[in-house]
T-cell receptor, first 110, second 111 residues
Framework: DGGITQSPKYLFRKEGQNVTLSCEQN?????MYWYRQDPGQGLRLIYY???????QKGDIAEGYSVSREKKESFPLTVTSAQKNPTAFYLC?????????FGQGTRLTVV | GQQVMQIPQYQHVQEGEDFTTYCNSS?????IQWYKQRPGGHPVFLIQ?????EVKKQKRLTFQFGEAKKNSSLHITATQTTDVGTYFC???????????FGPGTRLSVLP
């Protein structure tokens, strides 16, 4: 089945640690996105990529990093510089129409 | 700016009542998309509107695009508990081809 897969579903991180969230799609979409969602809030864009080996900062990129070495993959690293990383992280892809979202990763800092 | 606004932020209705959420932009939109996010879930695409004054229906859901293409609405007739969730509108951001999501309207349906 075609789709977009995020892993893990739940992630716990100690303060000061970097952690990487996985996002894989087999929809052959060029564009991929990372959003952050806080409880009861909307979607805020962290990073996006329109093509392999290229990505751009979104509205809240500080404390995050990404790579786009393959069309199918767009991992997000939450670094220790992100002061308040506990949130729901959503990856999405688009082939030029609407966005398809993964199931999300809930990150909790302990 | 590039924001889209949505009202209301929250809506509590009794099952069987109607519900409407509104999406407004300060700029003319080429198109508008609507998504639904169930509690604990991820946003799922519902529909895209492109033409001025366009009206589309999906069962009990009616989507409208304003004549000036600056606003849109989603109306649910006779809500059911399965309608619970947050409804987002989204507009394309052609610079970088992003999506700009509205803040969403959270719908609660009381049985």
């Amino acid at each position: 089945d075609g789709g977009i897969t995020q892993s893990p579903k739940y992630l716990f991180r100690k303060e000061g640690q970097n952690v990487t969230l996985s996002c894989e799609q087999n929809l052959n979409h060029d564009a991929m996105y990372w959003y952050r969602q806080d409880p009861g809030q909307g979607l805020r864009l962290i990073y996006y990529s329109q093509i392999v080996n290229d990505f751009q900062k979104g509205d809240i990129a500080e404390g995050y990093s990404v790579s786009r070495e393959k069309k199918e993959s767009f991992p997000l690293t939450v670094t220790s510089a992100q002061k308040n990383p506990t949130a729901f992280y959503l990856c999405a892809s688009s082939g030029g129409g609407n966005a398809f979202f993964g199931q999300g990763t809930r990150l909790t800092v302990v | 700016g590039q924001q889209v606004m949505q009202i209301p932020q929250y809506q509590h209705v009794q099952e069987g009542e109607d519900f409407t959420t509104y999406c407004n932009s300060s700029t003319t939109l080429s198109n508008i998309q609507w998504y639904k996010q169930r509690p604990g879930g991820h946003p799922v695409f519902l529909i895209q509107l492109v033409k001025s004054g366009e009206v589309k229906k999906q069962k009990r859901l009616t989507f409208q695009f304003g004549e000036a293409k600056k606003n849109s609405s989603l109306h649910i007739t006779a809500t059911q508990t399965t309608d619970v969730g947050t409804y987002f509108c989204a507009k394309p951001h052609y610079y970088g081809q992003n999506f700009v999501f509205g803040p969403g309207t959270r719908l609660s349906v009381l049985p």
